[in-house]
């Protein structure tokens, strides 16, 4: 982790999901996952519900324009902007609209836009289930680039690394002291792996996963633990095959607690059984 980089703490606040039909995911996610839609005139639709909020967007399928990444503070994120501009990162404008002027985009190696900035306002909606947008996952040919880049250049800190035969196969960042806010797998392409909403317990799951089943919306992994974040877990995918994760007990780490070390296996990323193996 870089230490002079004044990022910290910088939570996962929203993302913008693309579409080449919409209204199907709008749809799936205001009954899934409890959400109010909201469309707006720039050809978006907002979604809020219980501490968690995302855009989706007319694109292509299974596809992510931007990951957006709240700063509490406009004089700090005056300050990440000029130490990421020292690093050599080009500076974009913001895409957003959940951030308002106080905001601005950066590209990670694999073309990812990250947008940081100070949230415009909060529109959460209240109600639902309890799930809190909490971190996004993204597969990557090369972890190691990615891993560099994310730890030595924008100041996330590492919090576990997973080996095959001696090469990076995943690795979990941290923008705040729970587990991950992102994190990288390797696999075939660059591509958006899953999104994650983090629950209060494991009663949660028990709740989310009867709320899927009245809806006749089969899990897809799970339920298990993962290594990696010590997290209670499930899957289910969205009528694009995007896939959501419900967690609860995410593991939290100090700035300062050092990364492990984990071997690409089944075990790793599920303690309890079968795993979902990217590469």
Known sequence: MTASSPLWPAPFHHFRLNSDRPEALVDFYTRGLGMTARERGD?????????RRFLVGRGARETVSYAAYALD??????????????????????????????????RDPDGLPLVFGVPADDPVAAGGL???????????????????????????????????DGALSACFFRSDEEHHSYAAFRADA???????????????????ADHFGALRVP?????????????????????????????AELERMPRSMPHREWPHEEHTLNLWGRAWMRS
């Open 130 to 164: 309890p799930g809190r947008l909490q971190h996004i996952v993204f597969a990557t040919t090369d972890p190691e680039r990615i891993r560099r880049f994310y730890a030595d250049r924008l100041g996330y800190a590492v919090s576990d690394k997973v080996f095959d």
């Open 190 to 208: 660059a591509r958006f792996d899953h999104v994650a909403f983090e629950t209060t317990g494991w009663m949660d799951i028990r709740d989310w």
């Open 73 to 106: 503070d406009p004089a700090r994120l005056d300050d990440l902007q000029r130490h990421l501009e020292g690093q050599g990162i080009g500076i974009e404008p913001n895409p957003s609209p959940l951030f308002g002027n106080a905001a601005f985009a950066i």
């Open 43 to 51: 050809g978006l639709w907002l979604l809020s519900g219980a501490g």
């Open 219 to 247: 899990l897809w992994w799970g339920p298990g633990r993962h290594g990696p974040g010590n997290n209670l877990f499930f899957m289910v995918r969205d009528p694009d095959g995007n896939r959501v994760e419900i967690s």
